[in-house]
Protein backbone atom coordinates (compact mmCIF):
# COMPACT_ATOMS: atom_id res chain seq x y z
CA UNK A 1 0.00 0.00 0.00
CA UNK A 2 1.19 3.25 -0.67
CA UNK A 3 2.24 6.05 1.70
CA UNK A 4 -0.28 8.17 2.08
CA UNK A 5 -2.23 11.31 4.13
CA UNK A 6 -5.67 11.26 4.70
CA UNK A 7 -7.96 14.03 5.80
CA UNK A 8 -11.41 14.22 7.14
CA UNK A 9 -13.04 17.78 7.45
CA UNK A 10 -14.80 19.03 9.99
CA UNK A 11 -18.78 19.81 9.48
CA UNK A 12 -19.79 22.69 8.75
CA UNK A 13 -22.91 23.42 10.81
CA UNK A 14 -24.65 25.98 12.31
CA UNK A 15 -24.59 27.72 15.65
CA UNK A 16 -25.52 29.86 17.59
CA UNK A 17 -25.63 33.19 15.52
CA UNK A 18 -24.48 32.06 12.09
CA UNK A 19 -22.68 28.66 10.40
CA UNK A 20 -19.54 27.80 12.21
CA UNK A 21 -17.93 26.20 8.67
CA UNK A 22 -15.32 24.86 10.25
CA UNK A 23 -12.36 23.37 8.23
CA UNK A 24 -9.09 21.63 8.40
CA UNK A 25 -6.57 21.35 6.23
CA UNK A 26 -4.87 18.37 4.79
CA UNK A 27 -2.03 16.96 7.20
CA UNK A 28 1.34 16.79 7.08
CA UNK A 29 3.29 14.41 8.82
CA UNK A 30 7.32 15.04 10.06
CA UNK A 31 8.80 12.60 12.69
CA UNK A 32 6.76 13.27 15.28
CA UNK A 33 5.22 15.78 14.72
CA UNK A 34 1.55 16.77 12.45
CA UNK A 35 0.72 19.92 11.11
CA UNK A 36 -2.86 21.16 9.73
CA UNK A 37 -4.86 24.27 9.50
CA UNK A 38 -8.38 24.79 10.72
CA UNK A 39 -10.47 27.43 11.06
CA UNK A 40 -14.46 28.46 12.13
CA UNK A 41 -16.77 30.84 12.21
CA UNK A 42 -18.49 32.45 15.27
CA UNK A 43 -15.85 31.19 18.18
CA UNK A 44 -16.75 32.78 21.81
CA UNK A 45 -14.91 32.75 25.17
CA UNK A 46 -17.00 35.20 27.21
CA UNK A 47 -16.82 35.88 31.23
CA UNK A 48 -20.35 36.46 31.30
CA UNK A 49 -23.50 34.15 31.34
CA UNK A 50 -22.88 31.14 30.85
CA UNK A 51 -19.63 32.46 31.07
CA UNK A 52 -18.48 29.40 29.04
CA UNK A 53 -16.61 29.03 25.70
CA UNK A 54 -16.68 26.78 22.50
CA UNK A 55 -14.05 24.51 21.48
CA UNK A 56 -12.69 21.89 18.91
CA UNK A 57 -12.29 17.96 20.11
CA UNK A 58 -9.54 16.80 17.48
CA UNK A 59 -8.39 13.47 17.78
CA UNK A 60 -6.19 11.33 15.11
CA UNK A 61 -6.14 7.78 13.99
CA UNK A 62 -2.89 6.16 12.17
CA UNK A 63 -3.35 3.01 9.84
CA UNK A 64 -0.28 0.58 9.44
CA UNK A 65 0.25 -0.36 5.91
CA UNK A 66 0.94 -4.07 7.73
CA UNK A 67 -2.35 -4.68 8.27
CA UNK A 68 -4.39 -1.71 7.25
CA UNK A 69 -6.42 -0.99 10.48
CA UNK A 70 -7.22 2.35 11.85
CA UNK A 71 -5.98 2.40 15.36
CA UNK A 72 -6.03 5.94 17.53
CA UNK A 73 -3.32 8.07 17.49
CA UNK A 74 -1.63 9.03 21.13
CA UNK A 75 -0.32 12.75 21.24
CA UNK A 76 1.56 13.97 23.73
CA UNK A 77 -0.10 14.95 27.28
CA UNK A 78 2.56 17.96 27.51
CA UNK A 79 2.50 21.68 27.15
CA UNK A 80 4.17 20.90 23.67
CA UNK A 81 1.33 21.38 20.86
CA UNK A 82 1.53 24.88 18.94
CA UNK A 83 -1.03 27.46 16.77
CA UNK A 84 0.33 30.13 15.43
CA UNK A 85 -1.82 33.31 15.80
CA UNK A 86 -2.18 34.40 18.80
CA UNK A 87 -5.88 33.97 19.30
CA UNK A 88 -6.08 30.07 20.15
CA UNK A 89 -4.50 27.80 22.45
CA UNK A 90 -3.90 23.74 22.19
CA UNK A 91 -5.22 22.36 25.65
CA UNK A 92 -3.67 18.93 25.99
CA UNK A 93 -5.72 15.70 28.20
CA UNK A 94 -4.05 13.63 30.50
CA UNK A 95 -5.35 10.74 28.22
CA UNK A 96 -3.56 11.63 25.22
CA UNK A 97 -6.53 10.87 23.60
CA UNK A 98 -6.64 14.03 21.97
CA UNK A 99 -6.75 17.74 22.57
CA UNK A 100 -8.62 20.68 22.43
CA UNK A 101 -8.42 23.77 20.02
CA UNK A 102 -10.15 26.94 21.62
CA UNK A 103 -9.96 30.51 22.06
CA UNK A 104 -6.62 31.58 25.18
CA UNK A 105 -9.17 34.34 26.07
CA UNK A 106 -12.24 36.34 26.25
CA UNK A 107 -13.30 37.15 22.98
CA UNK A 108 -15.29 36.04 20.47
CA UNK A 109 -15.92 36.40 15.77
CA UNK A 110 -14.51 34.33 13.50
CA UNK A 111 -11.23 32.51 13.80
CA UNK A 112 -9.31 32.67 10.17
CA UNK A 113 -6.94 29.74 9.33
CA UNK A 114 -4.69 29.03 11.91
CA UNK A 115 -1.89 26.47 11.83
CA UNK A 116 -2.19 23.64 14.39
CA UNK A 117 1.06 21.01 15.22
CA UNK A 118 0.46 17.98 17.64
CA UNK A 119 3.15 15.92 18.63
CA UNK A 120 2.35 12.27 18.29
CA UNK A 121 3.40 9.93 21.09
CA UNK A 122 5.10 7.64 19.02
CA UNK A 123 7.00 9.25 15.89
CA UNK A 124 5.50 8.58 12.34
CA UNK A 125 7.10 5.84 10.58
CA UNK A 126 6.98 6.78 6.73
CA UNK A 127 4.52 4.40 5.39
CA UNK A 128 1.50 5.08 8.12
CA UNK A 129 -1.56 6.51 7.01
CA UNK A 130 -3.21 9.26 9.27
CA UNK A 131 -6.66 10.71 9.13
CA UNK A 132 -7.70 14.15 11.66
CA UNK A 133 -11.04 14.15 13.20
CA UNK A 134 -13.04 17.21 14.90
CA UNK A 135 -15.98 17.69 16.81
CA UNK A 136 -17.26 21.02 17.82
CA UNK A 137 -17.98 21.37 21.77
CA UNK A 138 -19.21 23.43 24.54
CA UNK A 139 -17.97 23.94 27.87
CA UNK A 140 -20.16 23.20 30.47
CA UNK A 141 -18.62 24.92 33.49
CA UNK A 142 -18.56 23.73 37.03
CA UNK A 143 -21.78 24.66 39.52
CA UNK A 144 -25.23 24.26 40.86
CA UNK A 145 -28.38 23.84 38.18
CA UNK A 146 -32.04 22.82 38.89
CA UNK A 147 -33.62 19.53 38.05
CA UNK A 148 -36.87 18.98 37.27
CA UNK A 149 -39.61 21.95 36.47
CA UNK A 150 -42.23 19.49 35.13
CA UNK A 151 -42.57 16.56 32.62
CA UNK A 152 -43.61 12.69 33.04
CA UNK A 153 -42.08 10.55 35.74
CA UNK A 154 -39.33 14.15 36.00
CA UNK A 155 -36.77 14.42 38.89
CA UNK A 156 -38.53 15.93 41.75
CA UNK A 157 -37.10 19.94 42.12
CA UNK A 158 -33.66 18.60 43.25
CA UNK A 159 -30.59 21.20 42.96
CA UNK A 160 -27.92 19.43 42.58
CA UNK A 161 -24.64 20.69 44.59
CA UNK A 162 -20.87 20.40 45.68
CA UNK A 163 -22.21 18.44 48.13
CA UNK A 164 -24.74 16.20 45.81
CA UNK A 165 -21.42 15.31 43.63
CA UNK A 166 -19.49 14.33 46.72
CA UNK A 167 -21.72 12.34 48.58
CA UNK A 168 -23.55 10.66 45.94
CA UNK A 169 -27.29 10.16 45.74
CA UNK A 170 -29.05 7.23 47.24
CA UNK A 171 -31.14 4.25 44.93
CA UNK A 172 -34.48 5.52 43.89
CA UNK A 173 -34.44 8.08 46.33
CA UNK A 174 -37.34 10.36 46.87
CA UNK A 175 -35.69 13.06 44.40
CA UNK A 176 -37.33 11.00 41.82
CA UNK A 177 -41.26 10.59 41.27
CA UNK A 178 -42.57 7.22 42.11
CA UNK A 179 -38.67 6.11 42.84
CA UNK A 180 -37.78 5.55 39.16
CA UNK A 181 -34.45 5.49 39.10
CA UNK A 182 -31.29 3.63 39.70
CA UNK A 183 -31.71 0.52 41.16
CA UNK A 184 -28.11 1.13 43.18
CA UNK A 185 -26.86 3.83 44.83
CA UNK A 186 -25.33 6.82 42.58
CA UNK A 187 -21.90 6.62 44.64
CA UNK A 188 -19.53 10.00 43.94
CA UNK A 189 -18.03 8.79 40.96
CA UNK A 190 -21.22 8.99 39.49
CA UNK A 191 -21.51 12.35 37.08
CA UNK A 192 -24.15 13.70 38.67
CA UNK A 193 -23.27 17.15 36.42
CA UNK A 194 -22.23 19.34 39.02
CA UNK A 195 -18.59 19.03 37.57
CA UNK A 196 -17.31 20.87 34.38
CA UNK A 197 -17.12 18.94 31.13
CA UNK A 198 -17.47 19.57 27.29
CA UNK A 199 -20.70 18.63 25.35
CA UNK A 200 -20.99 18.31 21.82
CA UNK A 201 -22.58 21.42 20.18
CA UNK A 202 -24.22 18.81 18.10
CA UNK A 203 -26.19 15.69 17.51
CA UNK A 204 -23.95 13.01 15.67
CA UNK A 205 -24.40 13.54 12.03
CA UNK A 206 -24.76 11.18 9.34
CA UNK A 207 -21.37 12.22 7.57
CA UNK A 208 -19.62 11.70 11.52
CA UNK A 209 -21.20 8.07 11.43
CA UNK A 210 -20.24 7.48 8.19
CA UNK A 211 -16.47 8.39 9.06
CA UNK A 212 -16.39 6.41 11.92
CA UNK A 213 -17.87 3.30 9.75
CA UNK A 214 -15.37 3.61 7.28
CA UNK A 215 -12.35 3.13 10.28
CA UNK A 216 -13.51 -0.04 10.77
CA UNK A 217 -12.45 -3.59 10.19
CA UNK A 218 -15.95 -5.93 7.70
CA UNK A 219 -16.58 -7.53 11.11
CA UNK A 220 -16.74 -4.35 13.10
CA UNK A 221 -18.93 -3.06 10.32
CA UNK A 222 -21.29 -5.82 10.31
CA UNK A 223 -22.16 -5.14 13.96
CA UNK A 224 -22.90 -1.23 13.36
CA UNK A 225 -24.73 -0.98 10.62
CA UNK A 226 -27.86 -2.63 9.54
CA UNK A 227 -26.49 -4.19 6.05
CA UNK A 228 -23.98 -6.53 5.25
CA UNK A 229 -20.80 -4.59 3.87
CA UNK A 230 -20.86 -6.76 0.53
CA UNK A 231 -23.98 -5.65 -0.05
CA UNK A 232 -24.29 -3.95 -3.32
CA UNK A 233 -23.61 -0.19 -4.20
CA UNK A 234 -26.16 2.42 -3.39
CA UNK A 235 -27.47 -0.07 -0.25
CA UNK A 236 -28.88 1.77 2.65
CA UNK A 237 -26.54 0.75 5.41
CA UNK A 238 -28.22 1.61 8.15
CA UNK A 239 -32.27 1.13 7.35
CA UNK A 240 -34.00 -0.12 4.54
CA UNK A 241 -35.20 0.99 0.74
CA UNK A 242 -39.12 1.86 2.40
CA UNK A 243 -37.96 3.05 5.60
CA UNK A 244 -35.68 5.73 4.84
CA UNK A 245 -36.99 8.82 6.62
CA UNK A 246 -33.78 10.98 5.66
CA UNK A 247 -31.00 9.02 6.46
CA UNK A 248 -28.65 8.82 3.00
CA UNK A 249 -25.58 6.24 4.69
CA UNK A 250 -25.32 3.88 1.63
CA UNK A 251 -22.64 1.71 0.57
CA UNK A 252 -20.17 3.58 -1.80
CA UNK A 253 -17.83 0.51 -2.31
CA UNK A 254 -18.32 -3.18 -1.68
CA UNK A 255 -16.63 -4.71 0.61
CA UNK A 256 -15.44 -8.31 0.43
CA UNK A 257 -16.54 -10.77 3.00
CA UNK A 258 -14.67 -11.30 6.55
CA UNK A 259 -11.90 -9.69 4.80
CA UNK A 260 -11.82 -5.87 3.11
CA UNK A 261 -14.89 -3.26 4.61
CA UNK A 262 -17.03 -1.39 2.60
CA UNK A 263 -16.92 2.33 1.94
CA UNK A 264 -19.83 4.55 3.58
CA UNK A 265 -20.99 7.16 1.78
CA UNK A 266 -23.88 9.83 1.73
CA UNK A 267 -26.53 9.90 -1.03
CA UNK A 268 -29.63 11.06 0.42
CA UNK A 269 -31.26 11.91 -3.31
CA UNK A 270 -30.16 8.48 -4.06
CA UNK A 271 -28.66 9.10 -7.70
CA UNK A 272 -25.69 7.18 -7.30
CA UNK A 273 -23.18 10.69 -7.12
CA UNK A 274 -22.10 10.18 -3.71
CA UNK A 275 -21.23 13.40 -1.37
CA UNK A 276 -22.98 16.28 -3.04
CA UNK A 277 -24.17 19.13 -1.54
CA UNK A 278 -27.09 17.79 -1.27
CA UNK A 279 -26.88 14.19 -0.13
CA UNK A 280 -27.24 15.43 3.55
CA UNK A 281 -23.75 14.99 5.05
CA UNK A 282 -25.11 17.29 7.83
CA UNK A 283 -28.61 15.79 8.89
CA UNK A 284 -28.52 14.34 11.96
CA UNK A 285 -27.88 10.99 12.38
CA UNK A 286 -30.74 8.50 13.04
CA UNK A 287 -31.34 4.74 13.35
CA UNK A 288 -28.63 4.93 16.25
CA UNK A 289 -29.12 1.87 19.21
CA UNK A 290 -27.67 2.48 21.99
CA UNK A 291 -24.64 -0.39 21.07
CA UNK A 292 -24.20 2.45 18.00
CA UNK A 293 -23.86 5.37 19.86
CA UNK A 294 -21.53 4.30 22.64
CA UNK A 295 -19.13 2.70 20.21
CA UNK A 296 -19.04 5.94 18.22
CA UNK A 297 -18.69 7.46 21.32
CA UNK A 298 -15.87 4.97 22.54
CA UNK A 299 -13.73 5.11 19.17
CA UNK A 300 -14.20 8.89 19.45
CA UNK A 301 -12.95 9.31 23.02
CA UNK A 302 -16.19 10.68 24.27
CA UNK A 303 -18.56 9.04 26.54
CA UNK A 304 -22.38 9.06 27.12
CA UNK A 305 -23.93 11.94 29.36
CA UNK A 306 -25.82 11.09 31.93
CA UNK A 307 -29.90 12.22 32.58
CA UNK A 308 -28.51 14.72 34.98
CA UNK A 309 -25.83 16.16 32.73
CA UNK A 310 -28.36 16.41 29.74
CA UNK A 311 -30.34 18.73 31.80
CA UNK A 312 -27.22 20.87 33.19
CA UNK A 313 -26.56 21.27 29.26
CA UNK A 314 -29.99 22.24 28.81
CA UNK A 315 -30.58 24.65 31.69
CA UNK A 316 -27.07 25.79 33.40
CA UNK A 317 -27.88 27.70 36.34
CA UNK A 318 -30.91 28.95 34.69
CA UNK A 319 -34.01 29.16 36.56
CA UNK A 320 -36.57 28.57 33.40
CA UNK A 321 -39.99 28.60 33.57
CA UNK A 322 -42.27 25.43 34.26
CA UNK A 323 -42.04 22.44 31.43
CA UNK A 324 -39.70 24.42 29.97
CA UNK A 325 -37.60 23.78 26.75
CA UNK A 326 -33.92 23.59 26.15
CA UNK A 327 -34.16 27.06 25.23
CA UNK A 328 -35.03 28.05 28.45
CA UNK A 329 -38.71 29.03 27.10
CA UNK A 330 -42.12 27.70 26.82
CA UNK A 331 -42.44 29.10 23.30
CA UNK A 332 -42.59 26.33 20.49
CA UNK A 333 -42.78 26.67 16.51
CA UNK A 334 -42.94 23.51 14.31
CA UNK A 335 -40.13 23.19 11.91
CA UNK A 336 -40.55 19.81 9.54
CA UNK A 337 -38.97 18.26 6.86
CA UNK A 338 -41.92 18.76 4.92
CA UNK A 339 -40.98 22.90 4.64
CA UNK A 340 -37.34 22.95 3.92
CA UNK A 341 -34.93 25.65 2.07
CA UNK A 342 -31.88 23.76 0.51
CA UNK A 343 -33.10 20.31 1.32
CA UNK A 344 -30.15 17.97 2.16
CA UNK A 345 -27.54 20.81 1.90
CA UNK A 346 -25.20 22.41 4.42
CA UNK A 347 -27.68 25.35 4.77
CA UNK A 348 -30.44 23.63 5.27
CA UNK A 349 -32.86 25.60 7.05
CA UNK A 350 -36.78 25.70 8.14
CA UNK A 351 -38.94 28.05 5.92
CA UNK A 352 -40.61 28.49 9.38
CA UNK A 353 -38.56 31.32 11.65
CA UNK A 354 -39.45 32.35 15.46
CA UNK A 355 -39.24 31.70 18.60
CA UNK A 356 -38.85 28.20 20.05
CA UNK A 357 -38.50 26.78 16.60
CA UNK A 358 -38.19 22.85 16.88
CA UNK A 359 -38.07 19.67 14.69
CA UNK A 360 -41.34 17.73 16.14
CA UNK A 361 -44.57 16.32 15.14
CA UNK A 362 -43.59 14.95 11.63
CA UNK A 363 -46.01 11.94 10.95
CA UNK A 364 -44.45 9.05 10.51
CA UNK A 365 -43.77 8.60 7.04
CA UNK A 366 -40.79 7.12 5.05
CA UNK A 367 -40.22 10.74 3.71
CA UNK A 368 -40.17 12.46 6.76
CA UNK A 369 -36.94 12.92 9.05
CA UNK A 370 -34.55 15.23 11.25
CA UNK A 371 -32.94 18.05 10.04
CA UNK A 372 -29.88 19.37 9.89
CA UNK A 373 -27.74 19.50 12.86
CA UNK A 374 -28.13 22.96 14.00
CA UNK A 375 -30.57 23.73 11.26
CA UNK A 376 -32.03 27.08 13.44
CA UNK A 377 -29.26 29.38 13.87
CA UNK A 378 -28.77 32.28 11.28
CA UNK A 379 -26.39 35.02 11.34
CA UNK A 380 -28.96 37.37 13.78
CA UNK A 381 -30.39 34.48 15.77
CA UNK A 382 -31.50 35.17 19.89
CA UNK A 383 -30.80 31.95 21.73
CA UNK A 384 -35.06 31.09 21.77
CA UNK A 385 -35.06 31.64 17.77
CA UNK A 386 -31.99 28.99 17.16
CA UNK A 387 -33.18 26.59 19.96
CA UNK A 388 -29.85 26.64 21.65
CA UNK A 389 -29.01 25.74 25.17
CA UNK A 390 -27.89 27.76 28.28
CA UNK A 391 -24.30 26.74 26.81
CA UNK A 392 -24.87 26.61 23.28
CA UNK A 393 -25.41 23.09 22.47
CA UNK A 394 -27.84 22.90 20.03
CA UNK A 395 -31.01 20.82 18.93
CA UNK A 396 -31.30 19.57 22.76
CA UNK A 397 -35.02 19.51 22.52
CA UNK A 398 -36.23 17.60 19.17
CA UNK A 399 -34.81 16.73 16.33
CA UNK A 400 -33.51 13.65 17.45
CA UNK A 401 -33.55 11.50 20.86
CA UNK A 402 -30.70 12.01 22.81
CA UNK A 403 -29.62 8.76 24.55
CA UNK A 404 -28.31 9.30 27.84
CA UNK A 405 -26.93 7.15 31.08
CA UNK A 406 -30.05 6.61 33.59
CA UNK A 407 -33.62 5.45 33.33
CA UNK A 408 -34.95 2.82 35.93
CA UNK A 409 -35.04 -0.49 37.28
CA UNK A 410 -31.17 -0.76 36.36
CA UNK A 411 -28.42 -0.71 38.29
CA UNK A 412 -26.42 2.06 36.72
CA UNK A 413 -24.12 3.30 39.58
CA UNK A 414 -20.64 1.47 37.75
CA UNK A 415 -20.81 4.42 35.61
CA UNK A 416 -17.93 6.94 35.77
CA UNK A 417 -16.56 9.66 34.58
CA UNK A 418 -14.09 7.79 32.28
CA UNK A 419 -13.53 8.84 29.01
CA UNK A 420 -13.53 6.26 25.70
CA UNK A 421 -9.80 5.28 24.95
CA UNK A 422 -10.94 5.43 21.20
CA UNK A 423 -10.47 1.55 20.58
CA UNK A 424 -13.53 -0.98 20.36
CA UNK A 425 -13.87 -4.71 20.83
CA UNK A 426 -12.94 -6.46 17.62
CA UNK A 427 -16.58 -7.10 17.38
CA UNK A 428 -17.65 -3.96 16.74
CA UNK A 429 -18.98 -2.88 20.50
CA UNK A 430 -17.89 -0.37 23.17
CA UNK A 431 -15.19 -1.76 25.71
CA UNK A 432 -15.57 0.53 28.47
CA UNK A 433 -16.65 -0.50 31.87
CA UNK A 434 -19.84 0.03 33.49
CA UNK A 435 -21.52 1.30 30.34
CA UNK A 436 -24.84 -0.38 29.49
CA UNK A 437 -24.91 -2.82 26.87
CA UNK A 438 -27.81 -2.69 25.49
CA UNK A 439 -29.43 0.21 26.33
CA UNK A 440 -33.25 1.09 27.14
CA UNK A 441 -34.87 3.11 29.88
CA UNK A 442 -36.92 0.46 31.96
CA UNK A 443 -34.08 -1.97 32.92
CA UNK A 444 -31.27 -1.02 30.17
CA UNK A 445 -29.80 1.70 31.95
CA UNK A 446 -29.56 4.10 29.04
CA UNK A 447 -33.07 6.11 28.28
CA UNK A 448 -33.86 8.05 25.69
CA UNK A 449 -34.15 12.18 26.52
CA UNK A 450 -35.69 15.14 24.39
CA UNK A 451 -37.39 14.26 22.45
CA UNK A 452 -37.30 13.45 18.39
CA UNK A 453 -39.08 14.95 15.16
CA UNK A 454 -41.94 13.17 15.62
CA UNK A 455 -42.52 13.64 19.08
CA UNK A 456 -44.96 16.23 20.38
CA UNK A 457 -44.95 19.23 22.57
CA UNK A 458 -44.71 16.92 25.90
CA UNK A 459 -41.75 14.70 25.21
CA UNK A 460 -39.43 17.39 23.98
CA UNK A 461 -39.89 19.06 27.44
CA UNK A 462 -36.52 19.27 28.96
CA UNK A 463 -37.26 17.47 32.38
CA UNK A 464 -39.73 14.67 30.85
CA UNK A 465 -38.65 11.35 31.62
CA UNK A 466 -41.20 9.65 28.78
CA UNK A 467 -38.33 7.26 27.74
CA UNK A 468 -38.78 5.09 31.19
CA UNK A 469 -41.31 3.16 29.92
CA UNK A 470 -39.64 2.82 26.43
CA UNK A 471 -36.23 0.33 24.94
CA UNK A 472 -36.98 1.28 21.78
CA UNK A 473 -33.24 2.30 21.39
CA UNK A 474 -32.08 -1.34 22.06
CA UNK A 475 -32.82 -1.33 18.27
CA UNK A 476 -32.36 1.02 15.67
CA UNK A 477 -35.26 3.93 15.06
CA UNK A 478 -35.87 6.63 12.61
CA UNK A 479 -35.88 9.32 15.60
CA UNK A 480 -33.20 8.43 17.47
CA UNK A 481 -29.97 9.71 17.29
CA UNK A 482 -27.40 10.98 20.28
CA UNK A 483 -24.56 12.77 20.95
CA UNK A 484 -21.92 12.09 23.67
CA UNK A 485 -19.42 14.69 26.12
CA UNK A 486 -15.76 14.48 27.61
CA UNK A 487 -14.69 14.75 31.22
CA UNK A 488 -12.53 17.56 31.49
CA UNK A 489 -11.86 19.95 34.36
CA UNK A 490 -11.25 23.98 33.41
Known amino acids: MKPRLLFLPLLALGQLASANNVTMGVPAVSGSNITFTIAWENSWNTNLAPANHDAVWVFLKRQSCTDNLWNHALVSTGNVHSVTGGVLQVVPVTDGRGVFVRRSSIGSGNISTATVTLVLQTPANGVDNFQVFGVEMVGVTQGDFRLGMGGDYQFYGLTITSANQTAGLGAQGNYICCNWGSSGPLPPTFPL ?17 AAFLNSLTYTQQTTRMAANPNAPVGTLALTTPTQIFRNGLRIQVVGVSNNTPAVIGCDLNANGVFNEAADGQNIACNFLAWADLAAYLDWAALRPMTEFEFEKVCRG ?27 GQPSETSTAFGSGLCAYGVSGIPSNGPLRCGFAAGASTTR ?18 EQCIGGRGFDYSGFTAANGDGSIHWSGSATVGGWPLNGGGENGGAIIRGGGCAEGP ?3 RVSDRWGILNNANQGRVWTIGGRGVRSHTF
Open 317 to 343: SDVPPFADYAWGSNLLLQASSTSLNNA
Open 384 to 401: MQAGASWFGAMDMSGNVW
Open 458 to 460: NQI
Open 193 to 209: GWNSFYSMKYEVSQEQY
